[in-house]
């Protein structure tokens, strides 16, 4: 009997906000809400930024005055709303306008009589380069003369404008280094504490009960970023220190590594003792890592797993890489796009838009987590049935000429994942009741080569008309967590009944697009929660990566456990799950009432070799009450004598 990974609490952070309790979701349909959802929305948004917070039973405003919430909120509404999204880039990262670099120059002596200029004695270069004579200044013993009769070379300092203005920036405000002991920790890492905290605690059950009924190797964590750390104070400070004539921290060749969102959770969030580790798969990482969840959880050897991604890549240099490959939407391109004079206002917020006539994708940050259980200790724990993963299918390209191009493994992994779900939902649930997170870059490459897959999948399955959304036109791409964007979006169709048009596009689809049993949607479609069987997220990344997954909604995770376990099981699961239900919600309100709920313990509870004990059978850990099993089946008895 193979486990069903169940979808128990997810959370995170991108362009949209905050992703537990669905409101990063609810921002991309904020015009299709109810008054009351607009309010709890914004509110979030506005505690996310800074600008609200809750005490003694008062709203309090960034000054800490009490305030009115309703007309509060009325009052910033508009730029709450616009600081999240795609948008201009702002200059909290960095400033686009004055972006530092170095240009060469050779210096020649004129005349032959040398080039004289004055040195701080401890910028002396050694050895002493050909041709400088260098002399004492007797005013400044600190100082040197130096005469130079032969060229040299020197760096200038410049500062350049950025020729890419869009970007999907985490909420304007928002500040994940401010809400922890962040020790000069990369931005990919700072995300990583924020988004999987958000995780964690959205479950509504204490990690500790969990540890207690869960064995320690019982319990994994697949986590990463697939550029790593590469802003200064990670990889890019390695590389770029020397050069700058600075030193290099003992924390930059550490907390560069990709793997390293991972190995935080485990020791500063959860003091995991469990498989961790991460597949870099580039903009496909998130279901890369997924697919290790789902193969644990199905064949028994965990039942506990922890899943996601964190990206930051928004940084000058990043972005020169990009548009080197001319692969990014920069101003240039979007005015020729919109036949918009050289000067004209661009409408940053279109930057992305999948499927019609495009220019580049956007750059976003964003940092994604789910919590998978096996659906035994879901119903033991009565813990919320957020939907279900069915199967996570990957494929590579095969041979290829250019290794960014894409290849035919999109079409193995997105037809795998329709066979998988038809075998769940029927036909007709897959013909009337899925649709298609598409991996929707807004790219030209993409929106043929995709389009062409989806049909050509829909064909094969005979679908007349499947339903297709991009997120990305709403919160840009994010590299490693962009599936973990389609996924958190995902959880929130499954909820609201309500999926995201993609709205950037005015209508249009571009005339390449393979349209055929295809339904591009250019505005929100309201299906009805129950009308929604499971969704199909699509993810291709560079160097020939794909991914797709078969998500299973609510409704059909708990027929199916229902199923295997019965009326009655299921009756005591809802009885447990009203209290965690209530503890989820607690800790949203929480959160929106600008409480700070990270998750960091460092040098906490560090365990020493006295912590272990071992015999033949088992390894015990204080303070642990599951122990580890030493009853290692033998998969090849029949091989062994």
Same mark, same amino acid.
């Given at each position: 009997?193979?486990?069903?990974?169940?979808?128990?609490?997810?959370?995170?952070?991108?362009?949209?906000?905050?992703?537990?309790?669905?409101?990063?979701?609810?921002?991309?349909?904020?015009?299709?809400?109810?008054?009351?959802?607009?309010?709890?929305?914004?509110?979030?948004?506005?505690?996310?930024?800074?600008?609200?917070?809750?005490?003694?039973?008062?709203?309090?405003?960034?000054?800490?005055?009490?305030?009115?919430?309703?007309?509060?909120?009325?009052?910033?509404?508009?730029?709450?709303?616009?600081?999240?999204?795609?948008?201009?880039?702002?200059?909290?990262?960095?400033?686009?306008?004055?972006?530092?670099?170095?240009?060469?120059?050779?210096?020649?002596?004129?005349?032959?009589?040398?080039?004289?200029?004055?040195?701080?004695?401890?910028?002396?270069?050694?050895?002493?380069?050909?041709?400088?004579?260098?002399?004492?200044?007797?005013?400044?013993?600190?100082?040197?003369?130096?005469?130079?009769?032969?060229?040299?070379?020197?760096?200038?300092?410049?500062?350049?404008?950025?020729?890419?203005?869009?970007?999907?920036?985490?909420?304007?405000?928002?500040?994940?280094?401010?809400?922890?002991?962040?020790?000069?920790?990369?931005?990919?890492?700072?995300?990583?504490?924020?988004?999987?905290?958000?995780?964690?605690?959205?479950?509504?059950?204490?990690?500790?009960?969990?540890?207690?009924?869960?064995?320690?190797?019982?319990?994994?964590?697949?986590?990463?970023?697939?550029?790593?750390?590469?802003?200064?104070?990670?990889?890019?400070?390695? +590389?770029? *220190?020397? &050069? !700058? #004539?600075?030193?290099?921290?003992?924390?930059?060749?550490?907390? $560069? /590594?990709?793997?390293?969102?991972?190995?935080?959770?485990?020791?500063?969030?959860?003091?995991?003792?469990?498989?961790?580790?991460?597949?870099?798969?580039?903009?496909?990482?998130?279901?890369?890592?997924?697919?290790?969840?789902?193969?644990?959880?199905?064949?028994?050897?965990?039942?506990?797993?922890?899943?996601?991604?964190?990206?930051?890549?928004?940084?000058?240099?990043?972005?020169?890489?990009?548009?080197?490959?001319?692969?990014?939407?920069?101003?240039?391109?979007?005015?020729?796009?919109?036949?918009?004079?050289?000067?004209?206002?661009?409408?940053?917020?279109?930057?992305?838009?999948?499927?019609?006539?495009?220019?580049?994708?956007?750059?976003?940050?964003?940092?994604?987590?789910?919590?998978?259980?096996?659906?035994?200790?879901?119903?033991? +724990?009565? *813990?919320? &049935? !957020? #939907?279900?993963?069915?199967?996570?299918?990957?494929?590579?390209? $095969? /041979?290829?000429?250019?290794?960014?191009?894409?290849?035919?493994?999109?079409?193995?992994?997105?037809?795998?994942?329709?066979?998988?779900?038809?075998?769940?939902?029927?036909?007709?649930?897959?013909?009337?009741?899925?649709?298609?997170?598409?991996?929707?870059?807004?790219?030209?490459?993409?929106?043929?080569?995709?389009?062409?897959?989806?049909?050509?999948?829909?064909?094969?399955?005979?679908?007349?008309?499947?339903?297709?959304?991009?997120?990305?036109?709403?919160?840009?791409?994010?590299?490693?967590?962009?599936?973990?964007?389609?996924?958190?979006?995902?959880?929130?169709?499954?909820?609201?009944?309500?999926?995201?048009?993609?709205?950037?596009?005015?209508?249009?689809?571009?005339?390449?697009?393979?349209?055929?049993?295809?339904?591009?949607?250019?505005?929100?479609?309201?299906?009805?929660?129950?009308?929604?069987?499971?969704?199909?997220?699509?993810?291709?990344?560079?160097?020939?990566?794909?991914?797709?997954?078969?998500?299973?909604?609510?409704?059909?995770?708990?027929?199916?456990?229902?199923?295997?376990?019965?009326?009655?099981?299921?009756?005591?699961?809802?009885?447990?799950?009203?209290?965690?239900?209530?503890?989820?919600?607690?800790?949203?309100?929480?959160?929106?009432?600008?409480?700070?709920?990270?998750?960091?313990?460092?040098?906490?509870?560090?365990?020493?070799?006295?912590?272990?004990?071992?015999?033949?059978?088992?390894?015990?850990?204080?303070?642990?009450?599951?122990?580890?099993?030493?009853?290692?089946?033998?998969?090849?008895?029949?091989?062994?004598?």
């Amino acid at each position: 009997m193979t486990n069903l990974p169940v979808i128990t609490g997810f959370g995170g952070i991108n362009p949209a906000g905050r992703s537990s309790g669905h409101h990063s979701y609810r921002r991309m349909i904020f015009d299709s809400l109810s008054e009351q959802q607009k309010i709890e929305t914004q509110t979030a948004l506005a505690a996310l930024s800074g600008k609200l917070s809750k005490s003694n039973g008062h709203w309090l405003d960034a000054k800490g005055q009490s305030i009115e919430l309703d007309n509060y909120l009325k009052s910033i509404a508009k730029e709450l709303l616009a600081g999240t999204l795609i948008r201009r880039l702002e200059s909290n990262l960095f400033d686009p306008q004055r972006i530092h670099f170095h240009s060469r120059a050779d210096l020649s002596p004129l005349n032959g009589k040398g080039l004289e200029f004055e040195l701080a004695r401890k910028q002396l270069p050694t050895p002493t380069p050909s041709g400088w004579t260098v002399t004492e200044n007797p005013k400044d013993p600190n100082k040197v003369k130096i005469l130079a009769k032969e060229n040299f070379g020197v760096l200038f300092d410049r500062l350049d404008k950025t020729s890419v203005n869009s970007a999907g920036q985490l909420p304007a405000g928002f500040d994940p280094a401010a809400l922890y002991q962040s020790r000069n920790h990369p931005r990919t890492l700072q995300i990583t504490v924020y988004g999987a905290s958000d995780a964690i605690n959205s479950l509504g059950i204490d990690w500790e009960v969990i540890r207690q009924h869960v064995a320690p190797d019982q319990i994994g964590v697949y986590a990463g970023s697939a550029m790593g750390q590469l802003d200064y104070n990670g990889f890019g400070g390695l +590389l770029q *220190a020397r &050069i !700058l #004539g600075k030193k290099v921290t003992a924390k930059q060749m550490p907390l $560069g /590594y990709a793997e390293m969102p991972g190995d935080f959770i485990n020791a500063y969030l959860l003091g995991n003792l469990g498989s961790n580790g991460t597949n870099v798969a580039a903009c496909a990482t998130f279901l890369y890592n997924l697919r290790h969840a789902v193969r644990d959880i199905q064949t028994g050897s965990h039942r506990v797993v922890v899943v996601g991604t964190s990206e930051a890549p928004i940084f000058p240099e990043s972005i020169d890489g990009f548009v080197t490959m001319n692969a990014l939407a920069d101003d240039a391109s979007l005015r020729k796009l919109d036949k918009l004079a050289q000067g004209a206002e661009i409408d940053y917020r279109r930057a992305c838009r999948p499927f019609s006539n495009n220019t580049g994708f956007t750059l976003g940050e964003s940092a994604q987590y789910i919590v998978l259980f096996d659906e035994k200790l879901a119903l033991d +724990l009565g *813990a919320n &049935i !957020l #939907g279900s993963v069915n199967e996570v299918f990957i494929a590579a390209d $095969g /041979y290829k000429k250019s290794i960014t191009s894409p290849g035919l493994g999109n079409y193995i992994s997105m037809a795998k994942a329709t066979a998988a779900t038809r075998n769940i939902i029927g036909e007709d649930g897959l013909k009337q009741r899925s649709y298609i997170q598409a991996h929707g870059t807004g790219t030209p490459q993409n929106r043929t080569t995709e389009s062409h897959i989806l049909s050509k999948v829909a064909e094969t399955f005979r679908v007349d008309s499947w339903p297709i959304t991009a997120v990305k036109s709403y919160v840009g791409h994010s590299v490693s967590t962009s599936a973990g964007d389609q996924m958190a979006s995902t959880l929130g169709v499954f909820n609201h009944g309500m999926i995201p048009g993609i709205l950037t596009i005015n209508g249009l689809i571009a005339d390449d697009v393979t349209r055929d049993r295809l339904d591009f949607l250019t505005e929100h479609r309201n299906m009805g929660s129950e009308n929604i069987d499971a969704t199909i997220i699509n993810s291709k990344g560079f160097g020939g990566n794909n991914a797709s997954a078969s998500i299973l909604a609510p409704h059909i995770t708990k027929e199916m456990l229902e199923k295997r376990y019965g009326k009655e099981t299921l009756t005591e699961y809802y009885r447990k799950n009203e209290k965690v239900k209530e503890a989820t919600a607690s800790y949203d309100r929480a959160t929106s009432e600008g409480k700070n709920n990270v998750i960091y313990k460092f040098d906490n509870n560090v365990l020493g070799n006295d912590s272990i004990s071992m015999t033949e059978s088992s390894i015990s850990i204080d303070d642990v009450d599951k122990s580890i099993s030493l009853n290692i089946k033998n998969n090849y008895k029949d091989m062994c004598d």
